[in-house]
């Protein structure tokens, strides 16, 4: 079975600092992959998505980025941390473009910046 | 633009039933997608409808109106372990989800 892997649980960083956040994927191959924060109390915002290695689309310009090495790892990336950037960070999948199914949350990331 | 509207927050009793609204209006429809999010954790699928009408999983149960741009998520023999978030997403014409914001269901004994 399929399952997904995020990674840390919670980070506290100072403004300023670098931000990297990992995704992987197991019992799949060429999965779509996303990036969504969720502020407290609101809905979930995508941030990037790729259908295949190197393949990123960003929504929402800011200062973070996203890259994807492999075929089932996604990262999130930061080379200064705003205090705007704390949220609920979530990584999901979902089966490639034939797959009309559901995305697939990771537990999440719970991120601080003091 | 690309608009999902659902009630931000409901209250019901412990063994009741409870109806939450979706109402959408995007650029294209590929299906629409149920989820539930306790506090604290990631989003778990619940349902999904891609053709009108009614599809049942134990005691929950989705509702689709195409026409209308509706769905309902129905929870039965509501549970206290039912309090969370319910959050609607639809897939649009290019395949990608457009959420909403989630109603907060509370559940009083």
């Known amino acids: 079975s399929q399952t997904i892997h995020q990674w840390p649980a919670t980070l506290v960083q100072p403004v300023g600092s670098p931000l990297s956040l990992e995704c992987t994927v197991e019992g799949t191959s060429n999965p779509n992959l996303y990036w969504y924060r969720q502020a407290a109390g609101r809905g979930l915002q995508l941030l990037f998505y790729s259908v295949g290695i190197g393949q990123i689309s960003s929504e929402v310009p800011q200062n973070l980025s996203a890259s994807r090495p492999q075929d089932r790892q996604f990262i999130l990336s930061s080379k200064k941390l705003l205090l705007s950037d704390s949220g609920f960070y979530l990584c999901?999948?979902?089966?490639?473009?034939?797959?009309?199914?559901?995305?697939?949350f990771g537990d999440g990331t719970r991120l601080s910046i003091l | 633009g690309q608009n999902i509207d659902q009630p931000t927050e409901m209250t019901a009793t412990e063994g009741a039933i409870v109806q939450i609204n979706c109402t959408y209006q995007?650029?294209?429809?590929?299906?629409l997608f149920w989820y539930q999010q306790h506090a604290g954790e990631a989003p778990t699928f619940l349902s999904y409808?891609?053709l009108d009408g009614l599809e049942e999983k134990g005691r929950f149960s989705s509702f689709l109106s195409r026409s209308k741009g509706y769905s309902y998520l129905l929870l039965k023999e509501l549970q206290m372990k039912d309090s969370a978030s319910y959050l609607c997403?639809?897939?649009?014409?290019?395949?990608?989800?457009?959420w909403g914001a989630g109603t907060k269901l509370i559940i009083k004994p």
């Open positions: 999901a999948w979902r089966g490639g473009p034939a797959d009309a199914g559901p995305q697939h």
């Open positions: 995007t650029s294209g429809f590929n299906g």
């Open positions: 997403a639809v897939k649009d014409s290019n395949y990608q989800l457009i």
């Open positions: 409808n891609v």
